[in-house]
């Protein structure tokens, strides 16, 4: 069996197939795999969201240490995490375990948390 840690090329979900398979695209070759483990399912879904997570962590930490922040992009930061929520409740929700689920849900509720509250009146 091939560990997921020693595939090196970058991959893409297409697709959930109706047997509980996740099918892959290797972008610019056109070739779809279809994997049916659920470990190797959950470890591409846990690798796919911790770098959408990370990128929208590192947008957070700089909406913070600004001075000046902008309330679009504050609402921007908000529109990606409430848009990472929805994947995980419509499109990995029958492939990840419930305890997954409920990890990557709280992660979000708490980065939503850290997000700057702009008052249009007072300006912060």
Excluded at 20 to 38: A, E, M, P, S
Excluded at 47 to 74: A, G, H, I, Q, W
């Amino acid at each position: 069996m091939i560990k997921f840690e020693e595939i090196k090329c970058d991959l893409e979900i297409v697709e959930f197939d109706d047997n509980n398979g996740l099918t892959l695209n290797k972008k610019n070759d056109n070739i779809k795999v279809t994997i049916y483990d659920q470990e190797i399912i959950e470890n591409i879904i846990e690798t796919n969201f911790n770098k959408k997570y990370r990128s929208l962590l590192y947008l957070v930490m700089n909406l913070k240490n600004e001075d000046d922040v902008n309330p679009s992009d504050c609402e921007l930061a908000l529109v990606k995490i409430n848009d990472l929520r929805t994947l995980l409740l419509v499109k990995y929700f029958g492939f990840i375990s419930k305890e997954l689920l409920d990890k990557y849900l709280n992660m979000l509720m708490l980065l939503e948390q850290k997000v700057p509250f702009i008052n249009k009146e007072r300006g912060r």
